[in-house]
C-alpha cells in the first residue's frame, strides 16, 4: 500500500523546439508524484487520463516511475489533456492549457500524506472534491499544498484566492513560487507571505524564489535557503521538483509526525528545503520535467542557509 497520495491533473506538454515538436508527461501534480517515487516514495497518484496517445504516454511514464494510479483514473471515454509549452530566452515556459478536471473522491484515510496543486486543486468541478478530500481528512495525514497558479485556466485572482485559501485552511505544508505569491498576495513579499499562509493554519509555509532561493516560515520563526548553482537548461519541473524534495524529506528524515506534533525545528525545515533546492537544481540543469532520483541529489546538509526572527 503507498505511503503518499497525490491528487491532481496529468497532462502532456507538447514542448516546441529547433527540431520541431515534442511530447513529454507533465501536469504538476503528475511531476510531484514521479519525483516523490523516483526518490523513493510509494506513491498513489488520482488523475484523470484517456486511453489514446497522450494517454499511453502518461500510463507508461507513471508505471516506469513506479507511481501506482487510483481505480478511476484512467478513463477510455475521455480525451487526455495537454499543454503547449513554448521556452522564454530565459529557460521559463510559457503554457497553453487544453484541459478539463473532474474526479470522483479518492479514499485518503489509508495514506500518511496527501498533496495536491496546481490546476487539478483549484479548476471546478474537480477542485471542489480536492478541497473536501484536504478538510475531511485525519489529523494524523499530513496535506502539502502548491497552489502553482494558471491565470489563462484558472481565471481572475478574486475568484481564484478564495479556492487557495481554502485549501490552505486544510493544508500542513504550502508552498509557493515568488509568481504565485505575487498574482496571489501582490504587494506583500515573501516573509509576509509566509506569516499570512501560517495565520491560515499551515505549520510549514515555503516561498521559492528561483535563482534567488527560498523563504520559509516554522511557526514564528523563518529562515532563508539559499538555490543552489547550476547551469540553467530550462526550468520546468523545478518547482515541482522542489516540492517532491520537501515533501520526501519531511515523512522520511523528519518524519511526518514530528511536524504534525508540533515537535519539527528550525534545523529540520532547513535541511527540508535545503534538500528541496537541491533536488531543482538537478532538474533544472537538463531539458524538461526530468526529475532526479535520490542518488543524484547533493546531500542536504552542504547547503548553506541563514535563519532570522520574524
Known sequence: MSDLLVIGEAL????????????????????????????????????????????????????RSGVVVTQGSVDPSIRTSSATASIRSDGSAQYDFDITWDISAPRISSFRGL??????????????I???????????????????????????REQVLP???????????????DEDAEWLHPGLNAAEVTAHYARLGAALVVVTQ???????????ATAFVPAQTT????????????????????????GSGTLLGGAMTLP??????????ACAAVTV?????????????????????ESENP
Do not use: W
Open 12 to 63: 502532456v506538454d507538447v514542448v516546441s523546439t529547433g527540431a520541431g515538436r515534442e511530447a513529454h508527461p507533465g501536469g504538476s501534480p503528475l511531476n510531484v508524484a514521479v519525483g516523490l517515487a523516483r526518490l523513493g516514495a510509494s506513491v498513489t497518484l488520482a488523475t484523470c487520463i484517456g486511453t489514446d496517445e497522450f494517454g499511453r504516454i502518461l500510463s507508461g511514464h507513471l508505471a
Open 115 to 128: 498533496h495536491t496543486g496546481s490546476i487539478g486543486a483549484l479548476l471546478a468541478p474537480g477542485g471542489d
Open 231 to 254: 547551469k540553467v537548461a530550462d526550468t520546468i519541473g523545478a518547482g515541482d521538483s522542489y516540492m517532491a524534495g520537501l515533501l520526501f524529506f519531511l515523512t522520511t528524515t523528519v
Open 285 to 305: 540543469s537538463r531539458p524538461g520535467a526530468d526529475l532526479p532520483r535520490l542518488d543524484e541529489v547533493a546531500p542536504a546538509s552542504s547547503i548553506r542557509f
Open 210 to 220: 528561483g535563482g534567488a532561493g527560498s523563504v520559509l516560515r516554522l511557526g514564528a
Open 130 to 156: 480536492v478541497a473536501a478530500c484536504f478538510e475531511s481528512a485525519g489529523p494524523e495525514i499530513l496535506r502539502s499544498f502548491d497552489p502553482n497558479i494558471r491565470p489563462s485556466v484558472l481565471g481572475p
Open 268 to 277: 529540520d525545515a532547513v535541511q527540508a528545503a535545503a534538500f528541496a533546492a
Open 163 to 177: 479556492s487557495v485559501e481554502r485549501i490552505a485552511r486544510a493544508s500542513t505544508v504550502v508552498k509557493l513560487s
